[in-house]
Each structure stands twice: as C-alpha cells, then as structure tokens.
C-alpha cells in the first residue's frame, strides 16, 4: 500500500498506475479517518468490485459547525493506517489541512432542497462543507465508483444529486449500514459514549424496528408515526432528540399529512439525530411500502 499525503505524491501514483492499466476501474472510499468495522466492509467491497482501490482520510474543517466537534474528532493515523492495510487499499490519501486547502476556499459546491431538511436544517453549512470537499476528492481522484455508507442517507442522496446536477463521471455506490451486536450503528463518533449512554443508545435501532412496524397499520400517517417515534425514543432518559423524522427518500420531501403509509407509492425514509450528552448519533431506516418498484 502507498501512502500519499500531498497531492503531488497522489496524482503522480494515480498517473502511473493509469499509465500501466488504462481499463482499470478506480475506486474511492472517502472517510473522515477513525475506521471500523463499517468502513473495512465499504473498503473490502470497493476491492472486489475495482482493480484499484484509494481510501481518503481527511477531517473536514467545512463541514463542521463553530460549536461542533471539528478539534475533538477521533483521529488515529496509525491505526487507520494498518486497517486500510488489512482490508486491500491500494493507495491511502491523508491529506493535511494545508494541502488540501492552501488558501481559505473563496469556491463552495451548494446543493440546495436535499440539504434544507434532517441533518442539513441542524446543521447549517454542514452539506455545503461535504459537497466541497466531496468535489474536490472526485476532481483529484477521478474514481469510477465512490463508496459512501447509507448510515449517512442524507449525505448520499445529497452526493447522488451533486453527481446528476454536474454531470461528474463517477458512479456512486451505498453501502449498507454496519452495526453492532445490539443494533447501534457502527460510527466513528460512539467512542464518546460513555457506558450509560452506549447502554441507552440502542433506542435509535429499537425505534427504526418499531416505526418499520407501524409503517404497515391501517391508517397509519406521517403525523401519527412521528409522534409515536419521539414517544419511543423519549423512553430513553438519556436521548435528547434533534429530529425524528419520515420523508420520501431520495428527494427528502413531506409525504402528504392525511396519507396513508401502508401503500405509500414512494420509498420512504425514517431518519433520527438523537443526542446523548455531547454525542450526536444518527441512524436511518428506508422503506418501500409499495414493495419496491
Ligand atoms: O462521511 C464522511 O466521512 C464525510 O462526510 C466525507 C464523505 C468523507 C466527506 O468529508
């Protein structure tokens, strides 16, 4: 495995590498560093499915609010290091932050609609920040396929619509969502919780059980879903919910108040941010009441 932390280094290994296998496919596992088990399933798939395979690991100043937790992100290089190793990468890109932004961007990719709700409504600037950087991994990588984990639906369906909106050549590729043995999904972020709080924080896993179910009742409607979820989830002493929320997924919009669910004609996702003390978990569920199409 090479690893490349300027982008001199990166862009003279994939020039070779193109100049000694034009037809390869190129892949790219954009992470912000940290790795489990989620992103070594995502890395292991992106080799079996690409001849070539870069991992990224860059923090991302941009998409991080003032208040948020930017300086706090889990960082552990070494360690990211061995299991990119581990799980095939070709290449590792660890950028620092001067190399990936020399100058304070005066560019800024927007997306807008997809962004206004769940997590981009409670985290302004946050899509703006991926998008950017999404953007600039994907001009200096130039990858056939990017592998981006559905834990993030929002994040995906966001990228999904940059790609279309600007014709960028890449196919992007979800990979489902890992989890641990109890049901909380795999993230970079459940280090913070301490013991009480990783105890507690299975309600979210409960919560997408429980909604998936009552998706399925007679008469069932948004409204009442909604209130049924913050109810589950107010169950938990410890959760603090930012939002609890049912849309139409890819598009993120409302479905019809008075509408039924159980046949719903549009695939639907049941999103949720819940805070236990500083740590913001998200975690989602789609569902296709129709059956699919
Ligand atoms: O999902 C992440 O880890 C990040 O948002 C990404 C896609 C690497 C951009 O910084």
New binding site residues.
């Given amino acids: 495995m090479i690893v490349s932390t300027t982008l001199n280094e990166l862009n003279q290994q994939l020039k070779q590498r193109r100049r000694q296998f034009p037809d390869e496919k190129i892949g790219l596992v ?3 560093g940290f790795l489990h088990d989620g992103h070594a399933s995502m890395m292991k798939r992106a080799k079996e499915e690409c001849g070539y395979v870069v991992l ?1 690991v ?1 923090v ?1 100043p941009l ?1 991080f609010g003032p208040n948020e937790d930017f300086d706090r992100y889990p960082r552990d290089r070494e360690r990211d290091t061995a299991i990119a190793e581990n799980n095939g990468i070709d290449l590792l890109f660890m950028p620092s932050l001067e190399e990936m932004y020399p100058k304070k961007p005066l560019t800024k990719v927007l997306i807008s609609e997809v962004t206004e709700r769940l997590c981009g409504a409670s985290r302004p600037g946050h899509f703006d920040g ?1 998008g950017t ?2 953007s600039k991994l994907f001009n200096l990588i130039r990858p056939d396929r990017a592998y ?2 559905m834990k ?1 639906a929002q ?1 995906v369906a966001v990228v999904e619509r940059m790609v279309f909106d600007l014709n960028i050549p890449v196919e992007i590729v979800r990979c489902q969502t890992l989890r641990e043995f109890d049901g909380l999904a795999m993230s970079s972020r459940n280090v913070f919780l301490n013991e009480g709080e990783r105890a507690q924080a299975v309600i979210l896993f409960k919560a997408l059980e429980q909604a998936e179910g009552w998706i399925t009742e007679p008469g069932m409607t948004a409204p009442e879903l909604k209130k049924r979820l913050n109810a589950f989830i107010g169950q938990a002493p410890l959760a603090e919910i930012d939002y609890a929320e049912l849309l139409e997924y890819p598009d993120l919009s409302e479905p019809g108040a008075d509408m039924e669910l159980k046949n719903y004609p549009h695939a639907l996702i049941i999103a949720l941010a819940v805070k236990f003390g500083k740590t913001r978990l998200i975690d989602n569920r789609i569902v296709e009441p129709y059956g699919g199409a």
Avoid: A, C, L
Wanted: proline share 7%; glycine share 8%.
């Fill in positions: 954009p992470t912000m990224s860059f991302n998409q991926v950087v999404v981006f984990g993030d994040q």
